[in-house]
């Protein structure tokens, strides 16, 4: 088993930057593959961003360039830095893991999810 727990979210004005964490427990076999996804409400989950263990990443296209996904093993933390937000950024951001396998930004595609902290960006 997996848990895994969200912190770092706020209100921020545009052009502004947050950090989220995840801190994750349990069989560190199954979180060989993490990702970042968000919510905004009436939406669907959209995934973010995704790294494997051995550092690979993935972005959807409208948050190249902005958004860094990173890990800390030593602290079993992941990381989502999250620069020049923007309003469209506003939702509910949700840490996922699941065992070895490529790395994609699919929702279906993981198994353990956090509850998701709220990131919230006002123009």
């Known amino acids: 088993q997996v848990k895994l727990v969200e912190s770092g979210g706020g209100s921020v004005q545009a052009g502004g930057s947050l950090r989220l964490s995840c801190v994750a427990s349990?069989?560190?076999?199954?979180?060989?593959?993490m990702g970042w996804f968000r919510q905004a409400p009436g939406k669907e989950r959209e995934g973010v961003a995704g790294?494997?263990?051995?550092?690979?990443?993935t972005y959807r296209d409208s948050v190249k360039g902005r958004f860094t996904i990173s890990t800390d093993n030593a602290k079993n933390t992941l990381y989502l830095q999250m620069n020049s937000l923007k309003p469209e950024d506003t939702a509910m951001y949700y840490c996922?893991?699941?065992?070895?396998?490529?790395?994609?930004?699919?929702?279906?595609?993981?198994?353990?999810w956090g509850q998701g902290t709220q990131v919230t960006v006002s123009s």
């Open positions: 996922a893991a699941r065992k070895r396998g490529l790395l994609l930004l699919s929702q279906s595609w993981y198994n353990y």
């Open positions: 349990g069989d560190t076999y199954n979180r060989e593959v």
């Open positions: 790294i494997n263990s051995g550092g690979s990443t």
